[in-house]
């Protein structure tokens, strides 16, 4: 798909959008119902405030929920629903996280490049994608819509 954007030189974000939702869409067409513990919600590491002085990378209950980026609510949620969830920082460390965990579903949070390789990399395990916000520019202190997330999180929860 990205040699085609290529080809007829089209955004590679516009064709990653398409990937992403087809994707999503299909997931959603499988009625997947699991129990929480089995869902994973991986993060990127961008999405925890720059200047938080806490590693979250080996152990997201580092974080001391300051409430000033997205992770003090997430972990919240995770509390009430009591899926699985970690952040990563790249690729390698998010299929490790997917091998060591042993997920029925996943609900990744990133942007289209790393949601795009990431659902690949993850099949046959199903990946809902959820593409992050970036008001900042890339990289850094990026968001989520945290009623969207939790409205997903319902939709695989049995
Ligand atoms: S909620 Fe606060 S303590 Fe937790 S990661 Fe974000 S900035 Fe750091």
Known sequence: MELF???FRIDKNIVRHCFIKINND????KHIKVTPSSILLLLPHCIQLSVCNYRLSHNIDNCHRCGKCPIARILSFRDIYGFK???ASGGTIA???VSVTHPQCIIAVACERD???GIQDCFPIPVFG?????PKGP????LVS???LESVIKLFCN
Do not use: G, M, Q
């Not at 299909?26 to 067409?29: D, E, K, Q, R």
């Open 5 to 7: 954007a290529y080809s």
């Open 26 to 29: 299909l997931v959603i067409a």
């Open 85 to 87: 969830v970690a952040v």
């Open 95 to 97: 299929r490790n996280i």
């Open 115 to 117: 949601l795009t390789s």
């Open 130 to 134: 959820i593409l992050n916000s970036r």
């Open 139 to 142: 990289c850094i202190d990026t």
């Open 146 to 148: 945290l009623s969207y």
